[in-house]
C-alpha cells in the first residue's frame, strides 16, 4: 500500500535533522528531532520534539496509510546505534530542500514588498494628479465666472450704446412690415416711420415692448403707443427697487420670495434696472450669493431714540444686485433660527424698514419705484412721505404688493416712535387706526394708505372673507383707484407640458397626442377603466382642503355622476375622512398631495376645476397651459374669458362661476361637460385660446407690472 507524507515547514532557531525510518508494512513516519553537535556524533542526546508545543517547530508532520500494530513505535527516538544506513544523507537533502524553499519564500517577501512600495508611490502619484486637476478645474471655473462678468459688461455696453436690451429680432422685423402698413393707411407719415426705424435699428426696448403689446390692435392702435417713443428726452428703462423680507432662494419662507426673483428676472430682461434690498439674516443660504462682500462704508440707522450701526453687503442673486442690511443692535434682530413669528417681529422688520429707506438716502439711489411686500416691508410706505420725501427722494414713487391679506400686523400705536413716526399722528381712522381694535395700528393698512398703487398675489375677495378682513374692507374701498388686480407668472421652470419631467409623454398646442397618454396613464393608474378616451376627465386640485369644501365636493360629484364623467379629487391629509364617503365607480380621492401627482392630473384633465383658495390663483394659468379647460371663479384671474358669454365667443378659455355656492359651480361644470362632448370644435378652440396664452413672468405679467410702474410716474 502507497505511503502519504504531508509536510509544512517553518523557519526555527535550531538546526534540524530529519530521519526517514522504514517499518515494515509499508508505514513511513516522520520524526522531527532538535539536536546539539558534538564529539558525539550527530544524532547524540537526541530528544523527540513535541509538536503541539513547541514554539518554533520545524516540521508540522501529517502521515497518512495503512493502520498498522507498531505503527506508534516509528514515533521512537533512535540513539546512535540505532540509526539506519543512508539515513544522515536523506536528512541533509531535505534540510537542503527546506532552505531552497525558505529562499524562494523570502524571494516572494522581498518582491511583495517591492510591489507594495510601487503601489504606494503610484497611490502618490494619482493623489498629486488629482489635486492638480482640482487646481485646474477650479481655475477653469474663476475664468468662466470671470467671462460671464464680462460677457454681462459687454451686454450692458451695448444696452447703453444702443438705449435699451438687445433683444431678438422677429419683433423687430415685423414692426419695420408692420411701419410700411401704417404710412400706407395714413396711421403715420414718412419721417416718423424713419424716426422709428432709426430706433428699431438700434434694438430699442421700449420699441419691442410696446408693440408687442400692441401688435394685435390696429394700426392707428399701434401708432399711438410707439409715437411718444420719438420723445427726445424721453427716459430708457426705469429704476424699481424691491424691499423686502425674503428672495428666493437665499432667503425662502413664502410665495413672496419666488415672486420677487422671477419678476426681477423679467424686469431685467426688458432693459430695467432692478436691485433688492433685504435683511442679512443668520439662517441664509449664502451659497445662493455671488461676488458677496461686505462694504467699508460706516453705516447707521435710527430706532428706539438713539441710532445704531449696520453693516452692508452686497452680492448678487440670480444676477439681480442684492443690498443686505446686517443689524447690529444689540437684541440681534436677525441672528434668529427662522425668518418671521417672533415677538418682537414688529421691532424687526420697522427697524428693517427705517435701515433701509435710510441706506437709499445716503447712498444716493434714485429709484423711480419702490416695491413694498406684506406687513413686514408696508411700514416703508408712511415712513418714506412722512420721513424721507422731503430730503431728496420725492421722485420715487410707492407699489405696495400684498401677497396675503391673513398677516396684518396690530400693535400698539405708541411703537411707531420706535423708528421715528409719530403715533399721535398716525393713529387716526384715514391712516394706520385699525377698523376692528380702534385702540390698535394695523400696519399692513399704513400700506395701503400711503403707497400709491396695490397690487395683490391672491383673490381681492380673500381679503373679506378672512378672519380680520372686514377690517380691511372700508380701506380698501375708500382706495379703490390705487389697486390693481395682476396675477403673477407661471415659472416655466416648473410647469411647462412641453418639458414637465412629471409627465409619462409630454407635448405641445402642436401635438397633443401626449395630453391623451397623460389621460390614459392616470386612468390606469386609479383603475378607471370602464369608458373610452372620449368621455371628459375632470380633476380637481385642493391642497387646503378643509371641511368647509366638502359640499362643493359633493356637488362636484354629483354633477360627474349624471353626466357620466370620471372626476379625480386630490386633497390634503383633511380629505381622509371623507375619501370612503366620496369615491364611487367613477371617482377617485387621492388621500395627500403630492406635486408629481398635481402635474399628471393637470396634464390628464380635460377640465380641472380651480376652487378660490390662497396659493391657488395660478392654477387656471397653469390648466390653460397645459391644455385643460378651466371651471373657474371669475375673480382668479383677469385673464379668463367665459366660454358662455357671447362676448368672448372667439377668445373664450375657461367656464366661469361668479359667486362660491355649490349650485353655481355645478353649474360651471355643466356646462362645460355638455360643450366637451357636444360642440368637439369649440373645444379645440377653448383649448388652442388657452395654451397660445403666454402667462410666464416673462410674457403677459411683466408687461402688466412695466405699465403699473410707467403709470406711477405720471403721479
Given at each position: 500500500?502507497?505511503?502519504?507524507?504531508?509536510?509544512?515547514?517553518c523557519h526555527?532557531?535550531?538546526?534540524?535533522?530529519?530521519?526517514?525510518?522504514?517499518?515494515?508494512?509499508?508505514?513511513?513516519?516522520?520524526?522531527?528531532?532538535?539536536?546539539?553537535?558534538?564529539?558525539?556524533g550527530?544524532?547524540?542526546?537526541?530528544?523527540?520534539?513535541?509538536?503541539?508545543?513547541?514554539?518554533?517547530?520545524?516540521?508540522?508532520?501529517?502521515?497518512?496509510?495503512?493502520?498498522?500494530?507498531?505503527?506508534?513505535?516509528s514515533?521512537?527516538?533512535?540513539?546512535?546505534?540505532?540509526?539506519?544506513?543512508?539515513?544522515?544523507?536523506?536528512?541533509?537533502?531535505?534540510?537542503?530542500?527546506?532552505?531552497?524553499?525558505?529562499?524562494?519564500?523570502?524571494?516572494?517577501?522581498?518582491?511583495?514588498?517591492?510591489?507594495?512600495?510601487?503601489?504606494?508611490?503610484e497611490?502618490?502619484?494619482?493623489?498629486?494628479?488629482?489635486?492638480l486637476?482640482?487646481?485646474?478645474?477650479?481655475?477653469?471655473?474663476?475664468?468662466?465666472?470671470t467671462?460671464?462678468?464680462?460677457?454681462?459688461?459687454?451686454?450692458?455696453?451695448?444696452?447703453?450704446?444702443?438705449?435699451?436690451?438687445?433683444?431678438?429680432?422677429?419683433?423687430f422685423?415685423?414692426?419695420?412690415?408692420?411701419?410700411?402698413?401704417?404710412?400706407?393707411?395714413?396711421?403715420?407719415?414718412?419721417?416718423?416711420?424713419?424716426?422709428?426705424?432709426?430706433?428699431?435699428?438700434?434694438?430699442?426696448?421700449?420699441?419691442?415692448?410696446?408693440?408687442?403689446?400692441?401688435?394685435?390692435?390696429?394700426?392707428?392702435?399701434?401708432a399711438?403707443?410707439?409715437?411718444?417713443?420719438?420723445?427726445?428726452?424721453?427716459?430708457?428703462?426705469?429704476?424699481?427697487?424691491?424691499?423686502?423680507?425674503?428672495?428666493?432662494?437665499?432667503?425662502?419662507?413664502g410665495?413672496v420670495?419666488?415672486?420677487?426673483?422671477?419678476?426681477?428676472?423679467?424686469?431685467?430682461?426688458?432693459?430695467?434696472?432692478?436691485?433688492?434690498?433685504?435683511?442679512?439674516?443668520?439662517t441664509?443660504?449664502?451659497?445662493?450669493?455671488?461676488?458677496?462682500?461686505?462694504?467699508?462704508?460706516?453705516?447707521?440707522s435710527?430706532?428706539?431714540?438713539?441710532?445704531?450701526?449696520?453693516?452692508?453687503?452686497?452680492?448678487?442673486?440670480?444676477?439681480?444686485?442684492?443690498?443686505?442690511?446686517?443689524?447690529?443692535?444689540?437684541?440681534?434682530?436677525f441672528?434668529?433660527?427662522?425668518?418671521?413669528?417672533?415677538?418682537?417681529d414688529?421691532?424687526?422688520?420697522?427697524?428693517?424698514c427705517?435701515?433701509?429707506?435710510?441706506?437709499?438716502?445716503?447712498?444716493?439711489?434714485?429709484?423711480?419705484?419702490?416695491?413694498?411686500h406684506?406687513?413686514?416691508?408696508?411700514?416703508?410706505?408712511?415712513?418714506?412721505?412722512?420721513?424721507y420725501?422731503?430730503?431728496?427722494?420725492?421722485?420715487?414713487?410707492?407699489?405696495?404688493?400684498?401677497?396675503?391679506?391673513?398677516?396684518?400686523?396690530?400693535?400698539?400705536?405708541?411703537?411707531?416712535?420706535?423708528?421715528?413716526?409719530?403715533?399721535?399722528?398716525?393713529?387716526?381712522?384715514?391712516?394706520?387706526?385699525?377698523?376692528?381694535?380702534?385702540?390698535?395700528?394695523?400696519?399692513?393698512?399704513?400700506g395701503?394708505?400711503?403707497?400709491?398703487?396695490?397690487?395683490?398675489?391672491?383673490?381681492?375677495?380673500?381679503?373679506?372673507?378672512?378672519?380680520?378682513?372686514?377690517?380691511?374692507?372700508?380701506?380698501?374701498?375708500?382706495?379703490?383707484?390705487?389697486?390693481?388686480?395682476?396675477?403673477?407668472?407661471v415659472?416655466?421652470?416648473?410647469?411647462d407640458?412641453?418639458?414637465?419631467?412629471?409627465?409619462?409623454s409630454?407635448?405641445?398646442?402642436?401635438?397633443?397626442?401626449g395630453?391623451?397618454a397623460?389621460?390614459r396613464?392616470?386612468?390606469?393608474?386609479?383603475?378607471?377603466l370602464n369608458?373610452?378616451?372620449?368621455?371628459?376627465?375632470?380633476?380637481?386640485l385642493?391642497?387646503?382642503?378643509?371641511?368647509?369644501?366638502?359640499?362643493?365636493?359633493?356637488a362636484?360629484?354629483?354633477?360627474?355622476?349624471?353626466?357620466?364623467?370620471?372626476?379625480?379629487?386630490?386633497?390634503?391629509?383633511k380629505?381622509e375622512?371623507?375619501?370612503?364617503?366620496?369615491?364611487?365607480?367613477?371617482?377617485?380621492?387621492?388621500?395627500?398631495?403630492d406635486?408629481?401627482?398635481?402635474?399628471?392630473?393637470?396634464?390628464?384633465?380635460?377640465?380641472?376645476?380651480?376652487?378660490?383658495?390662497?396659493?391657488?390663483?395660478?392654477?387656471?394659468?397653469?390648466?390653460?397651459?397645459?391644455g385643460?379647460?378651466?371651471?373657474?371663479?371669475?375673480?382668479?384671474?383677469?385673464?379668463?374669458?367665459?366660454?358662455?358669454?357671447?362676448?368672448?365667443?372667439?377668445?373664450?378659455?375657461?367656464?366661469?362661476?361668479?359667486?362660491?355656492?355649490?349650485?353655481?359651480?355645478?353649474?360651471?361644470?355643466?356646462?362645460?361637460?355638455?360643450?366637451?362632448?357636444?360642440?368637439?370644435?369649440k373645444?379645440?378652440?377653448?383649448?388652442?385660446?388657452?395654451?397660445?396664452?403666454?402667462?410666464?413672468?416673462?410674457?403677459?405679467?411683466?408687461?402688466?407690472?412695466?405699465?403699473?410702474?410707467?403709470?406711477?410716474?405720471?403721479?
Amino acid at each position: 500500500m502507497s505511503d502519504h507524507v504531508a509536510i509544512s515547514v517553518c523557519h526555527c532557531s535550531l538546526e534540524p535533522e530529519v530521519e526517514r525510518v522504514s517499518e515494515r508494512g509499508g508505514r513511513l513516519a516522520i520524526m522531527a528531532f532538535c539536536y546539539r553537535l558534538d564529539s558525539s556524533g550527530p544524532f547524540a542526546n537526541a530528544t523527540t520534539l513535541n509538536l503541539s508545543t513547541c514554539r518554533f517547530p520545524c516540521f508540522s508532520v501529517r502521515a497518512f496509510g495503512s493502520s498498522h500494530e507498531d505503527g506508534a513505535n516509528s514515533l521512537k527516538p533512535h540513539g546512535k546505534n540505532n540509526v539506519p544506513n543512508g539515513a544522515s544523507s536523506d536528512v541533509m537533502k531535505l534540510f537542503n530542500e527546506v532552505q531552497q524553499n525558505m529562499l524562494f519564500l523570502n524571494k516572494q517577501r522581498v518582491d511583495a514588498l517591492d510591489d507594495l512600495r510601487k503601489a504606494e508611490m503610484e497611490k502618490e502619484t494619482l493623489l498629486a494628479k488629482i489635486k492638480l486637476l482640482e487646481t485646474k478645474i477650479e481655475t477653469v471655473s474663476l475664468d468662466r465666472d470671470t467671462l460671464k462678468k464680462q460677457l454681462q459688461m459687454l451686454k450692458l455696453r451695448s444696452a447703453k450704446d444702443s438705449g435699451g436690451h438687445l433683444l431678438p429680432s422677429p419683433i423687430f422685423s415685423e414692426l419695420l412690415l408692420r411701419l410700411d402698413s401704417m404710412v400706407l393707411t395714413g396711421a403715420i407719415n414718412r419721417g416718423q416711420a424713419s424716426q422709428l426705424k432709426s430706433l428699431i435699428l438700434k434694438q430699442d426696448v421700449g420699441v419691442a415692448n410696446t408693440f408687442s403689446s400692441l401688435r394685435q390692435k390696429s394700426d392707428r392702435d399701434v401708432a399711438s403707443g410707439l409715437l411718444p417713443l420719438l420723445n427726445p428726452n424721453r427716459r430708457f428703462g426705469l429704476h424699481i427697487t424691491h424691499i423686502c423680507a425674503e428672495l428666493n432662494p437665499a432667503a425662502i419662507s413664502g410665495a413672496v420670495g419666488s415672486f420677487v426673483v422671477n419678476l426681477s428676472s423679467a424686469l431685467q430682461k426688458k432693459g430695467n434696472l432692478v436691485d433688492v434690498v433685504l435683511p442679512k439674516y443668520a439662517t441664509m443660504d449664502m451659497d445662493a450669493v455671488q461676488d458677496l462682500r461686505v462694504t467699508e462704508a460706516n453705516f447707521q440707522s435710527f430706532f428706539g431714540g438713539q441710532w445704531h450701526a449696520n453693516k452692508i453687503w452686497t452680492g448678487l442673486v440670480r444676477s439681480i444686485p442684492v443690498t443686505f442690511i446686517e443689524s447690529l443692535h444689540p437684541d440681534g434682530f436677525f441672528l434668529r433660527d427662522k425668518l418671521y413669528d417672533y415677538k418682537d417681529d414688529f421691532e424687526r422688520f420697522s427697524y428693517f424698514c427705517r435701515a433701509a429707506l435710510e441706506y437709499i438716502l445716503k447712498s444716493g439711489k434714485q429709484p423711480d419705484v419702490l416695491h413694498l411686500h406684506d406687513w413686514q416691508t408696508a411700514l416703508v410706505a408712511p415712513m418714506f412721505w412722512e420721513l424721507y420725501a422731503s430730503q431728496g427722494l420725492g421722485g420715487s414713487r410707492i407699489l405696495l404688493t400684498c401677497s396675503s391679506f391673513r398677516s396684518q400686523c396690530l400693535q400698539e400705536p405708541e411703537k411707531l416712535g420706535y423708528c421715528g413716526l409719530d403715533p399721535m399722528r398716525l393713529h387716526r381712522h384715514d391712516r394706520l387706526q385699525d377698523a376692528g381694535q380702534p385702540n390698535m395700528v394695523n400696519i399692513l393698512k399704513g400700506g395701503i394708505v400711503y403707497s400709491n398703487k396695490i397690487t395683490t398675489m391672491a383673490p381681492l375677495s380673500n381679503a373679506f372673507d378672512l378672519e380680520n378682513g372686514q377690517a380691511l374692507q372700508a380701506t380698501i374701498m375708500a382706495h379703490k383707484n390705487k389697486l390693481l388686480e395682476i396675477m403673477n407668472g407661471v415659472d416655466l421652470a416648473l410647469w411647462d407640458p412641453a418639458t414637465d419631467v412629471n409627465l409619462p409623454s409630454v407635448y405641445s398646442i402642436d401635438n397633443l397626442s401626449g395630453k391623451l397618454a397623460c389621460k390614459r396613464h392616470i386612468k390606469k393608474q386609479l383603475g378607471l377603466l370602464n369608458s373610452s378616451d372620449s368621455e371628459p376627465l375632470v380633476g380637481c386640485l385642493m391642497p387646503q382642503a378643509s371641511e368647509s369644501n366638502f359640499d362643493l365636493i359633493k356637488a362636484l360629484l354629483r354633477c360627474s355622476s349624471v353626466k357620466r364623467a370620471e372626476f379625480v379629487l386630490m386633497g390634503g391629509s383633511k380629505m381622509e375622512r371623507f375619501a370612503n364617503e366620496l369615491e364611487g365607480e367613477n371617482a377617485r380621492i387621492i388621500r395627500s398631495y403630492d406635486d408629481s401627482t398635481a402635474h399628471l392630473i393637470i396634464a390628464a384633465s380635460d377640465i380641472l376645476v380651480c376652487l378660490s383658495s390662497e396659493g391657488t390663483t395660478e392654477l387656471p394659468l397653469i390648466a390653460m397651459m397645459y391644455g385643460s379647460v378651466p371651471v373657474a371663479k371669475h375673480d382668479m384671474s383677469v385673464s379668463l374669458k367665459d366660454a358662455s358669454d357671447s362676448v368672448h365667443e372667439v377668445d373664450a378659455n375657461a367656464f366661469i362661476y361668479s359667486s362660491g355656492t355649490a349650485q353655481d359651480l355645478s353649474a360651471a361644470l355643466l356646462r362645460a361637460i355638455d360643450c366637451n362632448r357636444n360642440d368637439p370644435e369649440k373645444w379645440k378652440q377653448l383649448i388652442r385660446n388657452g395654451m397660445s396664452r403666454d402667462f410666464s413672468w416673462d410674457g403677459e405679467c411683466v408687461q402688466e407690472y412695466i405699465s403699473a410702474y410707467a403709470s406711477l410716474k405720471q403721479l
